[in-house]
Structure formats: C-alpha cells, structure tokens
C-alpha cells in the first residue's frame, strides 16, 4: 500500500476479538509484508491449493454459486464488464448475455492465466 493511503475495511470496524482471528493481529504484525519471510513464500506457494479446497469445493462453491445465481438476473449483452478477483472465471455458466468487453483484473499473475485460457473468444 501506498504511503499515506486510507483504506478501510469491515476488519476496521469489527470489535478486536471478532477482527483478530479473521485478519490478523494487525497491531502485533503490521499491514505490510516482507517478500523474503518464509511464510510469505509458503503462502504464495499454497495459495492456489488453498483457493481450490475453500472456493471450489463444498460449502465455499454453494456459498459463490448461489451469489452467482444472481448474474443470471442480469443481461449482460452489450455492456462493459470490470471483474476484480475473477478467481479462475467457473462462473461464466451463470451469465446471461455476452459483454462487449470484459476486463479482468487480479493480484495473482496465474489467477489471470486461468482466467485468460477459460474466456471464450469473440
């Protein structure tokens, strides 16, 4: 992040003893990361493994799926589509119409990969 950007968060607003398990101990670990700490890199190597255990499988795929559902509400011919954090993109069977453009964006590089091979050309 930035010096001197704001952002705020729900982690910001939830008192300490619900923010703590879900994000962190911020106050003792700070916001930042070093990309030479060890669990860093273990972290980016389980990533996707851990991605594919909670999203895609079980009670995490309900969970998106029944958001997903709600796109099939939405016509999408024509339109321009901003997704962040397109995941690997499955939900594409949940559309309803074809955008003119769509635009991915996302932090993780093979995110984007998966995410360019699944899209249909025009």
């Not at 993109?89 to 955008?99: N, V």
Request: charged fraction near 35%; glycine fraction near 8%; proline fraction near 6%.
């Amino acid at each position: 992040m930035r010096e001197g950007l704001k952002y705020f968060t729900i982690g910001r607003r939830l008192p300490k003893f619900l923010a703590k398990p879900l994000f962190g101990n911020r106050a003792k670990f700070g916001t930042h990361f070093k990309e030479n700490d060890p669990d860093w890199i273990e972290w980016e190597e389980r990533y996707l493994d851990f991605y594919y255990q909670t999203q895609k499988k079980n009670t995490g795929k309900r969970v998106n799926d029944a958001g997903y559902k709600i796109m099939r509400r939405i016509d999408l011919d024509g339109m321009r589509v901003l997704e962040v954090g397109p995941g690997d993109i499955q939900h594409l069977r949940f559309w309803k119409g074809r955008p003119n453009i769509y635009t991915i964006v996302d932090v993780k590089e093979k995110m984007l990969e998966r995410s360019r091979d699944r899209i249909p050309s025009p």
